[in-house]
Nanobody
Framework: QVQLVESGGGLVQAGASLRLSCAGS????????MGWFRQAPEKEREFVAA????????FYADSVKGRFTISRDNAKNTVYLQMNSLKPEDTAVYYC??????????????????WGKGTLVTVSS
């Protein structure tokens, strides 16, 4: 069983920064990639960013490019999402995800194998 635990959410004003963390654990935790999705009220969950565990290659949604940075600490099985210049439209529950297979894509929810419970980010105007 793999567990993913997010932390770092909160309430901030527009223009502020937050850093989310996601720690992975389990008997045989290993992943091809880890990523972040978000779900705003009454909207579908959407891809935010992902990072390949070994190579460090990163991928971003257009809406966060230049503002968000994903990184990882292999030794700690932890992935981070540094969010700068936050906007009210970034308000959402942010979910960490892990992908164990080196096949398929990364932008769709069904490509990911494990999910955290989410952490709420609220950006006020």
């Amino acid at each position: 069983q793999v567990q993913l635990v997010e932390s770092g959410g909160g309430l901030v004003q527009a223009g502020a920064s937050l850093r989310l963390s996601c720690a992975g654990s389990g008997r045989t935790f290993s992943s091809y990639a880890m990523g972040w999705f978000r779900q705003a009220p009454e909207k579908e969950r959407e891809f935010v960013a992902a990072i390949r565990w070994t190579s460090g290659s990163t991928f971003y949604a257009d809406s966060v490019k230049g503002r968000f940075t994903i990184s990882r600490d292999n030794a700690k099985n932890t992935v981070y999402l540094q969010m700068n210049s936050l906007k009210p439209e970034d308000t959402a529950v942010y979910y960490c995800a892990a992908k164990s297979r080196n096949t398929g894509g990364i932008y769709a929810m069904n490509e990911w194998d494990y999910w955290g419970k989410g952490t709420l980010v609220t950006v006020s105007s």
